[in-house]
């Protein structure tokens, strides 16, 4: 019997899933809408069948060790989904426990950060390391922090959230209601703000200026960026600017061996990267100078938020 | 015999050192200047000779299990301290190492701030807790950061250095070389710094403004304070409400139980403690407010340093 876990990332619209064995191998896999269930029970029940459908081939060959959740705003130490705002289920979530009934083995959640950092650990660029951070951008800033080989969930089960560390006071909006946290500058609708200040604040042609708020995007930038045109790679300069100071401030934190970057904005490669190193390496503290790697997550091509949360059950199976 | 551990706090002008059993009772205690010796090997030598001449007479009656130091920029893998700014031996010295001569048992060394966090834990507040934070406010400002119950030293032994985070680009120069450090607005400089700045922006009348900057200290200001100086009571406010709202972006980081202020600045009391813990609230994400306890340290009558260092080698020798 081949040993597997079933690795479930919950998004806002999608909520993928993955059979997945101990190397990282996706054995089976599938999705399902998650914002057409106004109750989580529907939701759960429609997971389980879909998921049930996709093993039925390879039913007898495995056996199903655990299953691990990411979910926004997931509570490790409660199994919670916590005043999500991207999910219709509101209030505090028992989803963990809920989710019990289906499958008689461990059934573990966190936040798809974090789980994306464990699989970062287990599957990708940071097998071996004991200290290493992963950040997320995509809508927002996501982050996870290990410290001497173990997640930090802090003592409440909410521990990393870098993306909302407030680095300009009176600064742009956030949705969280205060003003000026890291994900409003770097993000990719960080880079899209920035894009719009920069169209306020220079005069050059740029082909941004004809796209409203709606339609401008992010992967849009990337590619005017490669055209060289001028707002969109100054926006990238931006964005990497302050990312790479306020991940010179973390690694006064926990001092990681490497920072990972993983998501859409991700993507756009050096156009990104070398702005962050360089404002990284100014910001730094001489004694962590050329020490510490920014490196793109080594599983930006697969799905990591599927793979984390296998990862995620995967460490605790082996406890 | 009487199980005990040497704990030794090296500090710019004066080193202490005592004798400490596992609950943290000191049975012999004594110092010796720091500055005098321009070789290590000298120091460590009158050390050892200070300590041997203050056990003397316990000494049939005790057991030494291991030696902790707590120095400036000490690396506990390493052993070494590091191009330590306020000590006369450069570069890197090899210190543990060096002192293993004296005694034949498990020497262990880290910087001051993290050997302070360790006796937080062992001795003081924080008993019990898995994730907390100390926060030293003395001429600079030292932190030490615990999570998952593990002290985190980061991959290369330096890590909790919350003080050298840039909170202000551009901000007051930094005795590090670069600008905008937290440590100079939150510590007894910082306030002083502070003072100076409302001096200049102020009219009110104020004792402060018969100092020159070389007399004018913390405790100055501290005094002026009780006497409702505004100018005083102002410095106080703005250094809370910087520290608060740091520590606020600390929680994002690792989500700590409590954090423990300790150092000369945390013993004015609720004229720190009110700014710091109002701004802390105000500027903390919503899932975090009201948890997260801020404290003055549970050995701020006592020699916390020793103390640490004391503890740094008991947890050393659980392992």
């Not at 081949?2 to 619209?13: A, H, S, Y």
């Not at 969930?153 to 680095?167: K, L, M, P, Q, S």
């Not at 302050?242 to 990972?260: D, K, R, S």
């Not at 100078?289 to 605790?316: C, F, R, T």
Request: aromatic share 10%; hydrophobic share 40%; proline share 3%.
């Amino acid at each position: 019997m081949n040993q597997v876990v079933i690795g479930v990332d919950i998004g806002g619209t999608f909520s993928k899933f993955g059979l997945v064995d101990k190397e990282g191998n996706v054995l089976a896999e599938g999705s399902i809408p998650t914002d057409k269930y106004d109750k989580v029970e529907d939701f759960q029940k429609s997971l389980y069948e879909a998921i049930e459908k996709a093993i039925a081939p390879i039913k007898n060959t495995i056996e199903i060790k655990g299953v691990g959740f990411g979910a926004p705003n997931g509570n490790f130490y409660k199994g919670t989904i916590e005043f999500a705002p991207n999910l219709k289920w509101k209030g505090v979530i028992r989803f963990a426990d809920i989710f019990k009934k289906y499958y008689n083995v461990p059934v573990v959640l966190t936040n798809d950060a974090n789980a994306a950092c464990i699989g970062e650990g287990l599957y990708g660029g940071a097998k071996g390391m004991r200290d290493y951070i992963i950040i997320t951008l995509g809508t927002g800033l996501g982050s996870g922090i290990v410290a001497n080989g173990e997640l930090i969930y802090g003592f409440d089960g909410f521990a990393g959230e870098i993306g909302h560390t407030i680095i300009e006071p009176n600064g742009r909006q956030c949705g969280c209601g205060r003003k000026g946290c890291l994900e409003n500058y770097a993000s990719a609708t960080g880079i899209k703000r920035t894009a719009f200040e920069l169209m306020c604040n220079m005069l050059e042609e740029s082909e941004l200026r004809q796209y409203n708020y709606y339609e401008l995007t992010s992967e849009k930038i990337f590619e005017a960026a490669k055209r060289n045109d001028p707002i969109a790679l100054r926006a990238f300069e931006y964005t990497g600017t302050i990312l790479g100071a306020q991940l010179a401030n973390a690694v006064a934190y926990t001092t990681p061996e490497a920072i990972f970057l993983f998501g859409g904005l991700a993507k756009a490669g050096e156009l990104l990267f070398k702005p962050t190193r360089e404002s990284f390496e100014n910001h730094l503290l001489d004694i962590y100078k050329n020490k510490i790697k920014i490196l793109p997550s080594g599983l930006q091509d697969k799905n990591i938020a599927v793979l984390g949360a296998a990862a995620l059950i995967w460490k605790e199976l082996e406890k």
